[in-house]
C-alpha cells in the first residue's frame, strides 16, 4: 500500500470521465493508500507522473460545483498532507470571440489576467437565455512554480509544437476500449450556432435534428490549415460558477467585458483554499447547445497538457513549495463559508421563487413613518391583550377610511417580531393588501407569500417547501394551490405559535371569490394550528359579516397619536411657528378638532399650514379647515391648488411624481420613482444627469402620502 506522505501533487476531477482520462495518462499506477482520514469520503488513484508523485480524486457521482470541489480538497489535504501544487483538470465550455477562436478539443489553461487573477467567480440570478448574473471577483492566482512552468512550456509549443494529439492517440491504442468514447470526433459535429439561436428546452433530441445545419443559424469559420494545430491551446481567464452556463448572450458579454475564455464549475470553490491551476478541455459552447460528443476528447486533451506540464517541473522545486495546509490553515473555516454561502444561494432562491413579493419594504416603511409611543393605546387594550396572549385568537378591527390601519398594522407587525425575537417557535407572516396590485395578490400568491415567509424564518430549508421547488421546477411548473396549502400546513405545525397578520382585507380581490377563499382558508389553517388571526379592513358589509362573532376592536386615530405626530412635523412650518409655543398648541387643537379620527386628514390638514406667512394667516386657516365626509375631497383639490400656485418647473414635477404614483401596478421605492422621472421621451438611455433629487421628488408627493390608492413607498 502506497503511503500517503510520498505525494505532493494533487489533481481533482469533477467527472468520472475527467479521472478515467487522467488515471490513463500516469506513468506508473501505484497501490491504494495504506491509510486516510477517517471524515475522508473521497475515492483516490495514486500514480507517477514524470518525476512527481500525483494523487488524483473524484467529486462524487452527481455533485457538482464550487462546493462539492472544495469538500473534496479540504478532505485530500487531511489524508495526503505533503501536497504542495493543485490541479483541476476537466471539461469546461469555450467563449469563443473574433479574438479567440476557440474551438471544440481546444484546451483553456488559467492564466492571470491584467494581474487581477486566473479565474472569475460570478453567481447566476437564472440560468436561461436573456437573464441576469452577478459577478463576485477574481480569486488567488496559480502557484508561482506552475506559472512559470506554463511560460517555459509555451515557449516549448511555439518552437516545437505539441505532441498532445499524439500522445492521446498513443493512450488509445494501449486502451482500446476508450477508443470509442474518447477519440477524436468528426470535426463536422463542432457546430458555434449564433447566440441567439436556442435549443428548446427539455429537448434531449440533437441539434443536428432539432436546430440543423442551415447556414443562417451558425457562425461561420474556416478550417484550420496544416501549419495550424488541431488542438490549441488559449491562455487566460476561467470564470467559475456553482451553475452550468447555458445562455450564449451571458457568455458573450462575459467574453467581451472580462475577456473570459472558458466556463466551468468547479474552480471557485477551490482557488482561495486550495491553489492551483486549473486546466479545461473545450466540450461545448457554453450555451444551450450542449455536446456530449466532445466530452472524452475534450477530457483527454486537458489530462495530456496537464502531464506535459508536470514533466517540465523538476521535483526539488515542488519540494520546495510549502505544504497547502500549512499556508491554508483555515482551509475548514472556507469550506464552511462555502457551503453556508451556497445553501444561503440556494435558500433564497427557492424562497424567491414561491413568491418575488417582499413585504418587509412595506413593513420597513410603514415603521420609519411611526412616531414613537404611537398605537400605544391599541397594543395596551384588553382586546388586543387577550388575543396576544390566548393560543387560536382572532382579532378584527375594522376602522373608517384615513383613521391609521395600515401604520398601526405595521405597530403590530412590529410589536411582534420584537417580542418574539429570540423565539424560533414563534412564526410571524404578514400581508398588506392593495387593490392596485391585484395582479400579485391572487389567493396563490397571497398563500405562497405567508408559506415564504415562514419557511425563510426556519435557520435551514425545509424540506417540504425544497420537495416542492424540486418536483415543480423540474416540470418548469408553479405549485397548484392544495400543494401550497399542503407545505404552509406543514410548515405552520414546526412552530408552537403562528400569528398572521393582514391588512385591509376589503382590498383583496373579490374576482374569483379570492377574498373568500383566502379567508377561508386562514381560518382553516386556524383550526389546524392554532394560529392568531389579525385583520384590519373597512366597514365593509361582506367582510364585516365574515367576522360578526369575533372579537373586534374599532380603529380610529387616537387623539394622543394625532398628537405626537402633529409635534414630530412642526418643524415643517414655517420658521415663525417654532418660535411661538402657544401657536403650536392652537394649530394642534385646531387640527385634531377637525379630523374626526381620521389620521390622515391630520396629515393633509399640515400640509395646507405650510406656505402660510404669518400666525393670522395661519389662524384664518385654522377656522376653514375641513371636516366631515367631504373632509377628503375638500383637503385634495385645496392640496391641487397648492400644487397649481407653484413654480412651473415644481409643478410639473408635482404632478410627474402624482401621475407614476397612481398609475404604477405596484409600489414604488424612491429610487424606481426617480428613475422613471429621469426617463425623457426619445431617448434610448438613461441620462443619470437627469435624475431628480428625492428629497425635492418627497416635498412634492406630500398630498398623497398614506393615501391607499398611492402606489408609492418613498
Not at 475522508?40 to 488524483?56: E, P, S, T
Not at 387577550?386 to 407587525?413: E, H, M, N, R, Y
Request: hydrophobic letters at 35%; glycine letters at 6%.
Amino acid at each position: 500500500m502506497s503511503n500517503p506522505g510520498d505525494y505532493t501533487v494533487g489533481w481533482i476531477c469533477a467527472l468520472s470521465t475527467e479521472y478515467v482520462a487522467a488515471q490513463a495518462f500516469l506513468d506508473d499506477k501505484h497501490e491504494g493508500p495504506e491509510y486516510v482520514s477517517p471524515n475522508d469520503n473521497n475515492d483516490y488513484a495514486l500514480g507517477k507522473v514524470g518525476r512527481h508523485n500525483v494523487v488524483i480524486a473524484v467529486l462524487p457521482d452527481g455533485e457538482y460545483g464550487t462546493a462539492s470541489a472544495a469538500i473534496v480538497a479540504r478532505d485530500m489535504l487531511h489524508s495526503f498532507p505533503n501536497v504542495r501544487i493543485g490541479l483541476m483538470v476537466g471539461i469546461g465550455g469555450g467563449a469563443p470571440t473574433r479574438q479567440h477562436d476557440i474551438r471544440l478539443g481546444d484546451i483553456v489553461v488559467s492564466t492571470p489576467c491584467d494581474e487581477k487573477g486566473s479565474v472569475f467567480q460570478y453567481d447566476f440570478g437564472k440560468t436561461i437565455q436573456d437573464q441576469s448574473f452577478r459577478a463576485t471577483g477574481f480569486l488567488n492566482q496559480p502557484p508561482m512554480v506552475l506559472r512559470t512552468a506554463i511560460n517555459g512550456l509555451k515557449a516549448q509549443y511555439e518552437s516545437e509544437g505539441h505532441q498532445l494529439e499524439a500522445a492521446i492517440n498513443c493512450v488509445l491504442e494501449k486502451k482500446p476500449r476508450l477508443r470509442k468514447k474518447y477519440k477524436r470526433p468528426d470535426p463536422s459535429n463542432d457546430r458555434l450556432y449564433q447566440s441567439e439561436i436556442i435549443h428548446p428546452p427539455n429537448d434531449i433530441t440533437s441539434c443536428t435534428t432539432v436546430c440543423g445545419d442551415d447556414l443562417s443559424k451558425l457562425i461561420l469559420r474556416p478550417e484550420r490549415d496544416e501549419e495550424e494545430d488541431n488542438l490549441e491551446i488559449h491562455y487566460g481567464l476561467i470564470a467559475s460558477a456553482n451553475q452550468l452556463m447555458k445562455d450564449a448572450l451571458v457568455r458573450d458579454r462575459l467574453a467581451v467585458e472580462k475577456d473570459v475564455l472558458c466556463f466551468e464549475m468547479e474552480a471557485a470553490g477551490l482557488m482561495n483554499h486550495f491553489p492551483c491551476l486549473v486546466i479545461r478541455g473545450i466540450c461545448d459552447y457554453s450555451d444551450s447547445h450542449k455536446n456530449k460528443d466532445w466530452q472524452g476528447y475534450a477530457a483527454m486533451a486537458a489530462a495530456a497538457y496537464a502531464k506535459d506540464l508536470l514533466c517540465r517541473i523538476p521535483s526539488n522545486k515542488i519540494e520546495a513549495e510549502k505544504r497547502i495546509r500549512d499556508i491554508l490553515p483555515g482551509i475548514q473555516e472556507g469550506v464552511s463559508e462555502i457551503l453556508r454561502i451556497q445553501r444561503g444561494q440556494e435558500y433564497n432562491t427557492i424562497l424567491n421563487w414561491l413568491t418575488p413579493v417582499d413585504y418587509a419594504l412595506q413593513q420597513n416603511d410603514y415603521t420609519r413613518r411611526r412616531q414613537p409611543g404611537t398605537g400605544q393605546w391599541l397594543l395596551d387594550s384588553p382586546e388586543f391583550q387577550t388575543w396576544l396572549d390566548t393560543a387560536k385568537q382572532t382579532l378584527f378591527c375594522p376602522g373608517i377610511p384615513g383613521a391609521g390601519k395600515t401604520i398601526l398594522t405595521s405597530i403590530v407587525i412590529n410589536f411582534l417580531s420584537l417580542r418574539f425575537h429570540n423565539d424560533s417557535k414563534t412564526g410571524i407572516a404578514y400581508i398588506y393588501c392593495n387593490f392596485r396590485r391585484q395582479d400579485e395578490q391572487k389567493i396563490d400568491d397571497l398563500l405562497a407569500s405567508l408559506l415564504k415567509q415562514l419557511a425563510g424564518s426556519q435557520p435551514s430549508l425545509i424540506g417540504t417547501v425544497k420537495d416542492l421547488y424540486d418536483h415543480y421546477t423540474a416540470k418548469r411548473m408553479q405549485p397548484p394551490l392544495d400543494e401550497i396549502l399542503r407545505a404552509l400546513q406543514s410548515v405552520a405545525a414546526m412552530y408552537s405559535r403562528v400569528f398572521f397578520i393582514v391588512d385591509a382585507l376589503d382590498e383583496c380581490q373579490t374576482s374569483g371569490d379570492c377574498q373568500a377563499r383566502f379567508l377561508s382558508e386562514l381560518f382553516n389553517l386556524q383550526t389546524k394550528t392554532g394560529a392568531n388571526i389579525f385583520t384590519t379592513a373597512r366597514f365593509i358589509p361582506e367582510v364585516t359579516e365574515k367576522f360578526r362573532e369575533k372579537p373586534s376592536l374599532e380603529i380610529r386615530a387616537d387623539k394622543n397619536d394625532i398628537q405626537r405626530y402633529l409635534s414630530g412635523h412642526m418643524s415643517q412650518l414655517p420658521q415663525f411657528v417654532g418660535c411661538r409655543s402657544d401657536l403650536q398648541e392652537e394649530i394642534k387643537t385646531g387640527i385634531i378638532k377637525a379630523v374626526g379620527g381620521m389620521f390622515l386628514l391630520a396629515q393633509l390638514h399640515l400640509d395646507s399650514l405650510k406656505g402660510k406667512r404669518s400666525p393670522k394667516a395661519i389662524r384664518t386657516a385654522l377656522t376653514k379647515l375641513a371636516s366631515g365626509t367631504d373632509a377628503y375631497d375638500q383637503a385634495y383639490n385645496e392640496a391641487m391648488e397648492r400644487i397649481e400656485g407653484q413654480l412651473t418647473d415644481q409643478k410639473l414635477l408635482a404632478n410627474q411624481v402624482l401621475s407614476w404614483i397612481t398609475c404604477a401596478k405596484r409600489p414604488l421605492s424612491s429610487i424606481e420613482l426617480q428613475h422613471a422621472l429621469g426617463v425623457e421621451v426619445g431617448e434610448s438611455e438613461l441620462d443619470r444627469d437627469n435624475l431628480p433629487q428625492i428629497e425635492d421628488m418627497v416635498s412634492h408627493k406630500n398630498i398623497s402620502s398614506g393615501r391607499r390608492s398611492s402606489g408609492s413607498q418613498t
